[in-house]
């Protein structure tokens, strides 16, 4: 079964505005991924966040990390047309298992 | 500098056929993975190995076998092919340890019909 499930399924908006996709996973983590996919590619290492972090930048992308809600949130400040791709959260469970991802967030930017 | 790559890149079969999905990697990651990514559902794990000689299940096994005899190739095995298993597969790599992110392929794309 899939650990992380992220939330809306799909997004759209316009070039400039912020693009908000939230994740939510079931049991406890080591760190929690971010991968994006752009049509027809593989998936692409965005970041990383880990359990005793809470928040972490790079670039226009912020992600939050509350462990005490088991959620983490994927911010893209400024969007950009080249920003349209599928997001999926991944978590790594404490027993250091292999990834286990979500079913994506497809984001949509128009210019 | 090639990172991981996966052979082929479609591929159709007929039930009951069977085949073998190349993935190799350049990198001299440890881990090895593959996954595959059906239309609503993301991306299941099938089979991982974290080293040279060594597999082991995912979420979703049932129907495939894997094969690490080299480092750098991570091999995917079908052996009676069923439309069930019409997908897309991913191969993806890491180095050792708990923080290292996944380099993907850019997948095969397989039809049974």
């Known amino acids: 079964s899939q650990q992380g499930e992220e939330d809306p399924q799909a997004l759209s908006i316009q070039e400039g505005e912020n693009a908000t996709m939230n994740c939510s996973y079931k049991?406890?983590?080591?760190?929690l991924q971010w991968y994006r996919q752009n049509s027809g590619r593989g998936l692409v290492h965005l970041i990383l966040i880990r359990s005793n972090e809470r928040e972490k930048h790079s670039g226009r992308l912020r992600v939050t990390l509350d462990t005490s809600k088991k959620s983490s949130s994927l911010l893209i400040t400024a969007s950009r047309a080249a920003d349209t791709a599928s997001y999926f959260c991944a978590t790594e469970g404490q027993a250091g298992t292999a990834l286990i991802f979500g079913k994506g967030t497809t984001l949509s930017v128009s210019s | 500098n090639a990172g991981v790559t996966q052979t082929p890149k479609f591929r159709v079969l007929k039930t009951g056929q069977s085949m073998t999905l190349l993935c190799a990697q350049d990198m001299n990651h440890e881990y090895m993975y593959w996954y595959r990514q059906d239309p609503g559902m993301g991306l299941r794990l099938i089979h991982y190995s974290v080293g040279e000689g060594t597999t082991a299940k995912g979420e979703v096994p049932d129907g495939y076998n894997v094969s690490r005899l080299k480092k750098q190739n991570f091999l995917l095995g079908l052996e009676s092919a069923a439309p069930s298993q019409t997908s897309v597969y991913f191969c993806?790599?890491?180095?050792?340890?708990?923080?290292?992110?996944?380099?993907f392929g850019n997948g095969t794309r397989l039809t049974v019909t």
């Open positions: 993806a790599s890491s180095g050792q340890g708990t923080y290292s992110p996944l380099h």
């Open positions: 049991t406890s983590i080591n760190n």
